[in-house]
């Protein structure tokens, strides 16, 4: 059974040493959501290679990246920040966002017809599709992913499962998450400077028999965790490496720090 390893690098303002064994950089697909956007999404923007908004996300973009920058013309910060492709059943776009993003060249992607997928899914749908030689090493980025509706982010979360060789990560400025197949054994480096000390290991799907787990405070020995029993939440990573094997997918969450550091300019 191979290893994955995982690094929240993209929260960081300039590129690190790899850890020893840790694949290459990733390269990173940013996806933004109708939710209050994290105040790091500039950072994230500017590790990107493709931006998409899915539906009403736009509006976010349009509404809140210039508040971000209030000593800057609200009009120069939308030109800045221009996603590439606007994407959904358009449901939740206001028509000023749409016609003006339209004209900066964006391309616009109406997804109406279909209502069995949600628009995250659609957009990462269209990542894999423009993106087919970089799977390997590609990490979706969900900025907006969590907080409001309940049902919303259960359905974010329901495409963690569904694109489960995939690595997505849901964002907010609180957490992140991401999904931890039982396919492989799981390597986590923190960054403790933006990342932690909270976090936890809930599995998702299905109960998990065997879980175990280093580097945790409480940490889990061949460990049975399912919903109605034990569920590793409030759990506190001791130092920078993580490691987790289980029998049943997991979704690993971590708390997030402060991020004035980490807010990136134009």
Same mark, same amino acid.
């Given at each position: ?25 990733? #390269? ?43 000593? +800057?013309?609200? #009009? ?40 069995? #997928? ?95 787990? #280093?580097?945790? +405070? ?49």
């Amino acid at each position: 059974m191979g290893v994955f390893f995982h690094s929240s690098d993209f929260l960081l303002p300039s590129s690190t040493s790899s850890p020893a064994g840790h694949p290459p950089s990733s #390269t990173y697909a940013l996806v933004l959501l109708n939710q209050s956007l994290p105040k790091f999404t500039p950072l994230l923007w500017k590790h990107a290679k493709l931006r998409l908004c899915a539906d009403g996300g736009a509006n976010r973009v349009f509404d809140e990246l210039p508040l971000l920058f209030p000593h +800057q013309d609200a #009009t120069d910060i939308r030109n800045s920040y221009k996603p590439d492709v606007i994407r959904g059943d358009m449901d939740s776009i206001r028509t000023e966002v749409l016609d003006f993003y339209a004209k900066q060249g964006t391309k616009i992607f109406d997804e109406s017809e279909d209502q069995d #997928t949600t628009d995250l899914h659609k957009c990462v749908a269209y990542i894999l599709q423009s993106m087919p030689n970089q799977e390997s090493n590609l990490c979706i980025l969900v900025a907006g992913a969590l907080g409001g509706r309940f049902d919303h982010e259960m359905g974010n979360i329901n495409v963690l499962c569904r694109f489960s060789s995939t690595r997505i990560i849901l964002l907010s400025d609180d957490c992140l998450i991401h999904l931890l197949p039982r396919t492989h054994h799981h390597e986590i480096h923190v960054h403790s400077s933006v990342e932690g000390p909270h976090c936890g290991l809930i599995p998702i799907g299905m109960p998990s028999g065997r879980t175990t787990t #280093t580097g945790l +405070q409480w940490d889990l020995t061949d460990t049975e965790m399912k919903f109605g029993g034990l569920v590793s939440t409030s759990n506190i990573v001791k130092g920078e490496k993580v490691s987790v094997q289980s029998d049943s997918d997991l979704l690993w969450t971590i708390s997030l720090k402060g991020n004035e550091t980490r807010h990136s300019s134009t």
